[in-house]
């Protein structure tokens, strides 16, 4: 028998729940394990148990709370199917219901955002010609073009904003779960603000013009937009869509301040523990999860299994070595403020650039 138990990490990977989750419905009292070494404090699961953790994964992906789980699980194992057919038909017409109330709520929003449509089209629409420093953009563009989003259903995403104002120009980019800023000085414009999305590909093209030149010539033009770079240019169209207002994204709070080595991160990341996610909080794409913890000397670790913390804070591998290759610097500042907050990447030389990175929840 003791053959045929599993240890919790071969019940996440059989499962599909995650080690943090099936610690988490032990402590629920949803899913116990069958036993735990009373020294190592090490679980082990039955083989029976094996198809209670897959019928939990798909419920909670279903949306289910815990506490009609926890009588569906109940009643799986007496054999009850009336009481399991009733909570599931339950669960299905709550559903349902809120499917059909989302519905109604998001009608009377659209119809506000007609409403709002015509104040906003002067950004796009209002003519620009601005000398713009072609190293602080180029660094602009390196510092943000990662965080652009690639998913053909958020368009107004699919490119970076060129928000100029005053002798400022701000790039800004996002995919909802990174978001960064970075800003290069400009001249000429003294009209009002103007905000254009250049599309992903033309901020490419642009950013190969940018080379020996100390300036480059900005140009917008109702939805067209032109960077010139002596007798070279690389134009195109704007998206015609808004961009989020990300002036509001970034008013986090202050937190935990931890300034890091990038080579030595870097490395403690690509050869550090790493949890696989099911991610349902980026779009159902797994991915790779580091959990950092920053101590009170300010020193960031990467995480092992069975090492959570209250304070702890679960990322997307990737995307934060992506964010540190962006900053472009040997010694970045991490910000950490709660769990659930975004961590924040910024240089140490300005205010001016920096990114944000969403969490990821490592237990449901």
Avoid: K
């Avoid at 054999?79 to 009733?86: G, I, K």
């Avoid at 970045?332 to 300005?350: M, N, S």
């Amino acid at each position: 028998m003791e053959s045929e138990m599993r240890g919790i990490g071969e019940m996440a990977r059989d499962s599909g729940l995650g080690v943090s989750a099936l610690r988490f419905y032990d402590g629920a009292g949803v899913l116990a394990p069958a036993w735990v070494d009373p020294v190592s404090g090490y679980r082990w699961y039955g083989p029976e148990q094996l198809e209670e953790a897959r019928l939990l994964a798909r419920l909670r992906r279903a949306g289910m709370p815990l506490a009609d789980i926890r009588l569906v699980l109940a009643g799986w194992s007496g054999s009850d199917t009336d009481l399991v057919r009733n909570l599931l038909q339950a669960h299905l017409r709550r559903l349902e219901q809120g499917l059909s109330d989302a519905r109604g709520e998001f009608s009377t929003i659209r119809a506000l955002l007609e409403r709002r449509e015509n104040p906003m089209t002067s950004l796009r629409t209002t003519a620009l010609r601005s000398t713009v420093s072609a190293p602080e953009l180029a660094a602009a563009l390196d510092g943000v073009r990662f965080a652009a989003s690639t998913d053909p259903e958020l368009p107004m995403l699919g490119g970076v904003l060129f928000d100029i104002e005053g002798d400022e120009l701000r790039v800004v980019a996002t995919d909802r779960y990174r978001l960064a800023v970075a800003q290069a000085g400009t001249t000429g414009h003294g009209g009002p603000r103007v905000q254009v999305i250049v599309p992903s590909p033309l901020v490419d093209a642009m950013r190969a013009l940018l080379g020996d030149d100390a300036t480059v010539l900005l140009t917008v033009d109702g939805d067209r937009v032109v960077l010139e770079a002596g007798d070279r240019q690389a134009a195109g169209r704007c998206l015609d869509h808004d961009f989020p207002d990300y002036r509001r994204l970034v008013s986090v709070p202050a937190g935990r301040r931890a300034l890091v080595d990038v080579a030595a991160l870097r490395e403690a990341l690509e050869t550090g523990p790493v949890r696989p996610s099911e991610a349902r909080e980026q779009d159902g794409v797994s991915c790779d999860l580091s959990v950092l913890d920053v101590a009170a000397d300010g020193v960031v670790t990467v995480c092992g299994d069975g090492d959570d913390g209250r304070d702890r804070v679960a990322v997307n591998r990737e995307f934060l070595l992506e964010a540190l290759a962006a900053g472009a610097r040997d010694r970045l500042v991490l910000e950490f403020g709660a769990p659930t907050a975004p961590v924040v990447i910024r240089r140490t030389d300005t205010e001016d650039a920096f990114s944000l990175l969403m969490p990821v929840r490592l237990e449901d």
